[in-house]
């Protein structure tokens, strides 16, 4: 008994809004007790209406009222909760929860929801739709708190049909005023035929659930294989690449003995010849020292005498043997190992253009306008590159050839013989973008970072590939080699790139795509999209894509 009067006791000292013990406990006008929150955000709900209310009894007050903590309940309640009561029953309607409309004071949560009562009940006081012959006519459904959907807000009456007319639920009433005339069944008999519809839907999704999980399988083994195969090469490629560098390192080795053997070689040739030729140095001293000691003779006789056998040179046999001709000899070789790096970069540069190519296969380009959206980038213009003639505008998107140098610095990657223009953002793996031209056209084109600013033209080098087009004249440009483009470019051009692939595309850009031209190509280093303009007043604009 005395646990019971514990839990009348916290129920006493219950905000009925929060459903717990009160926090700063407050009192309203009318006498109930609320947590100091709970009712000022419960009347901060109110404001507008300018008058506020006590959840409980209803009661409104004008003004809003200034509420101070109640000392006295306050000190109750931390007693209560001192006192070693349970917390409260879970069976209690939380805010969450859907409350008993029938629970007066502390509510419980409801277990059921009836269509008919449009009430919703506890677990006790639902007990009568089972046991009342009445009210087992009744549909019982889930708690729900949108009930008074079911409510028609014209003529305060149960909805229970169904206007196929306007697809909306009515009430009765609903059928002889505003809906009269229309096609209205029951709710029941339309829930039976969207049942049916309902059923065919979950089929297909099924189906197409059993469908896609089948692909996901089949993916999911094709990601494993993919994933096998690309270790097992990436193992082959490694052992291949360490046999390739060892077979290097290993004639690195075998000329570098050779180098030092050669060396040695000629070193010691060079150093007999210098001692050779150092004693006969020293020689040759020796007798010049005799000459002036004769040359010094007073005696006539004597000097005559001597002068046959001190004067008498011999011919040097060294002389005709010194040759600087084995230096040439390390050229060679320098020239040998370079050529031979220079082939082994071709051959490495073309095998691998053979496997990116080989890479891509299975991989079929974009067709329409979306697909080309997968791949489409940001691009601005670089101010860095910009002739001194053309002016940047829409946040380095769009530019204008004018009749008047800019103020441009001086940079070296600036073009100077020709009003051209290139992308900021270097251009690798699949990109497209789109350029929007003038009336009378201009150059669309990708080139190499380091493509000639002072003597080149996008399209007249080996570095630059260019689609121009001048009203009806369009020509593809490559290293200074033109193609007729027979198709009208319009203006607005789409430009699809894959660099490993070695695939360069135009388009006309339409409600359809319509090819111009299509390259295929090596490219060995990233790519920048380009831009010529012909005439003062010529516009270009990378477009934005969505």
Same mark, same amino acid.
């Given at each position: 008994m005395a646990q019971k009067g514990v839990q009348l006791d916290r129920e006493s000292f219950s905000c009925s809004i929060c459903l717990d013990l009160l926090k700063d406990p407050v009192a309203v006008p009318c006498g109930h007790s609320y947590c100091m929150k709970c009712i000022e955000d419960f009347w901060d709900g109110e404001d507008q209406k300018k008058i506020h209310s006590c959840p409980q009894c209803r009661k409104t007050v004008t003004p809003r009222p200034v509420l101070e903590k109640n000392i006295m309940l306050a000190a109750l309640v931390e007693q209560l909760k001192t006192s070693g009561c349970q917390p409260a029953d879970h069976s209690c309607a939380g805010p969450e929860d859907v409350a008993c409309d029938v629970c007066t004071g502390r509510k419980l949560k409801a277990i059921k929801s009836c269509l008919m009562c449009l009430v919703s009940y506890c677990e006790e006081h639902v007990q009568p739709h089972y046991h009342v012959a009445q009210f087992k006519k009744h549909q019982l459904v889930e708690p729900s708190k949108n009930l008074h959907e079911n409510i028609c807000s014209r003529h305060d009456e149960v909805m229970k049909m169904f206007c196929r007319?306007?697809?909306?639920? @009515?009430?009765?009433?609903?059928?002889?005023d505003e809906h009269k005339g229309h096609d209205i069944v029951s709710a029941a008999a339309e829930r039976r035929e969207k049942q049916k519809e309902l059923?065919?839907?979950?089929?297909? @999704?099924?189906?197409?659930?059993?469908?896609?999980?089948?692909?996901?399988?089949?993916?999911?083994?094709?990601?494993?294989?993919?994933?096998?195969?690309?270790d097992k090469t990436a193992e082959d490629s490694e052992k291949i690449f360490s046999e390739l560098i060892q077979l290097v390192q290993d004639r690195s080795s075998e000329v570098k003995q050779q +180098?030092?053997?050669?060396?040695?070689?000629?070193?010691?040739?060079?150093?007999?010849?210098?001692e050779k030729l150092e004693q006969e140095i020293t020689e040759l001293k020796r007798k010049d020292a005799e000459l002036k000691?004769?040359?010094?003779?007073?005696?006539?006789?004597?000097?005559?005498?001597?002068?046959?056998?001190?004067?008498?040179?011999?011919?040097?046999?060294?002389?005709?043997? +010194?040759?600087?001709?084995?230096?040439?000899?390390?050229?060679?070789? *320098?020239?040998?190992?370079?050529?031979?790096?220079?082939e082994l970069q071709d051959t490495l540069r073309d095998t691998w253009t053979n496997i990116s190519l080989?890479?891509?296969?299975?991989?079929?380009?974009?067709?329409?306008r979306a697909d080309f959206f997968t791949y489409s980038c940001e691009i601005t213009l670089d101010p860095n590159?910009?002739?001194?003639?053309?002016?940047?505008?829409e946040g380095n998107r769009k530019v204008t050839l004018m009749e008047q140098d800019q103020f441009y610095p001086d940079r070296p990657e600036r073009f100077t013989s020709y009003p051209q223009i290139l992308s900021k953002k270097s251009l690798t793996g699949r990109c497209y973008w789109e350029v929007k031209l003038g009336e009378t056209g201009g150059e669309v084109a990708v080139a190499y970072k380091d493509v000639d600013?002072?003597?080149?033209?996008?399209?007249?080098?080996?570095?630059?590939?260019?689609?121009?087009?001048?009203?009806?004249?369009?020509?593809f440009y490559h290293n200074g080699i033109s193609t007729p483009i027979s198709a009208c470019a319009g203006s607005r051009v789409g430009v699809y790139l894959d660099h490993r692939a070695?695939?360069?595309?135009?388009?006309?850009?339409?409600?359809?795509?319509?090819?111009?031209?299509?390259?295929?190509?090596?490219? *060995?280093?990233?790519?920048?999209?380009? +831009?010529?303009?012909?005439?003062?007043?010529?516009?270009?604009? @990378?477009c934005k894509l969505k």
């Amino acid at each position: 008994m005395a646990q019971k009067g514990v839990q009348l006791d916290r129920e006493s000292f219950s905000c009925s809004i929060c459903l717990d013990l009160l926090k700063d406990p407050v009192a309203v006008p009318c006498g109930h007790s609320y947590c100091m929150k709970c009712i000022e955000d419960f009347w901060d709900g109110e404001d507008q209406k300018k008058i506020h209310s006590c959840p409980q009894c209803r009661k409104t007050v004008t003004p809003r009222p200034v509420l101070e903590k109640n000392i006295m309940l306050a000190a109750l309640v931390e007693q209560l909760k001192t006192s070693g009561c349970q917390p409260a029953d879970h069976s209690c309607a939380g805010p969450e929860d859907v409350a008993c409309d029938v629970c007066t004071g502390r509510k419980l949560k409801a277990i059921k929801s009836c269509l008919m009562c449009l009430v919703s009940y506890c677990e006790e006081h639902v007990q009568p739709h089972y046991h009342v012959a009445q009210f087992k006519k009744h549909q019982l459904v889930e708690p729900s708190k949108n009930l008074h959907e079911n409510i028609c807000s014209r003529h305060d009456e149960v909805m229970k049909m169904f206007c196929r007319t306007d697809q909306q639920i @009515i009430c009765y009433v609903c059928t002889v005023d505003e809906h009269k005339g229309h096609d209205i069944v029951s709710a029941a008999a339309e829930r039976r035929e969207k049942q049916k519809e309902l059923q065919v839907t979950r089929e297909n @999704i099924q189906q197409r659930i059993q469908g896609r999980e089948n692909d996901v399988k089949l993916l999911q083994q094709q990601l494993e294989d993919i994933n096998v195969s690309a270790d097992k090469t990436a193992e082959d490629s490694e052992k291949i690449f360490s046999e390739l560098i060892q077979l290097v390192q290993d004639r690195s080795s075998e000329v570098k003995q050779q +180098i030092r053997s050669q060396q040695e070689t000629e070193a010691s040739r060079v150093r007999e010849l210098q001692e050779k030729l150092e004693q006969e140095i020293t020689e040759l001293k020796r007798k010049d020292a005799e000459l002036k000691q004769l040359s010094h003779t007073e005696d006539h006789n004597q000097f005559v005498h001597n002068y046959q056998s001190v004067s008498a040179l011999s011919e040097s046999p060294h002389s005709s043997s +010194i040759n600087v001709a084995p230096l040439r000899y390390f050229e060679d070789v *320098t020239a040998a190992v370079s050529q031979l790096r220079d082939e082994l970069q071709d051959t490495l540069r073309d095998t691998w253009t053979n496997i990116s190519l080989r890479g891509t296969e299975g991989e079929p380009e974009p067709e329409s306008r979306a697909d080309f959206f997968t791949y489409s980038c940001e691009i601005t213009l670089d101010p860095n590159t910009a002739h001194r003639r053309m002016l940047l505008s829409e946040g380095n998107r769009k530019v204008t050839l004018m009749e008047q140098d800019q103020f441009y610095p001086d940079r070296p990657e600036r073009f100077t013989s020709y009003p051209q223009i290139l992308s900021k953002k270097s251009l690798t793996g699949r990109c497209y973008w789109e350029v929007k031209l003038g009336e009378t056209g201009g150059e669309v084109a990708v080139a190499y970072k380091d493509v000639d600013g002072t003597e080149s033209e996008f399209g007249c080098n080996d570095k630059s590939w260019s689609l121009d087009f001048d009203k009806n004249n369009n020509q593809f440009y490559h290293n200074g080699i033109s193609t007729p483009i027979s198709a009208c470019a319009g203006s607005r051009v789409g430009v699809y790139l894959d660099h490993r692939a070695g695939v360069l595309s135009f388009y006309r850009v339409s409600e359809t795509m319509t090819l111009l031209h299509k390259v295929q190509a090596s490219f *060995t280093r990233p790519l920048h999209a380009g +831009i010529r303009l012909f005439d003062g007043g010529d516009t270009a604009e @990378i477009c934005k894509l969505k």
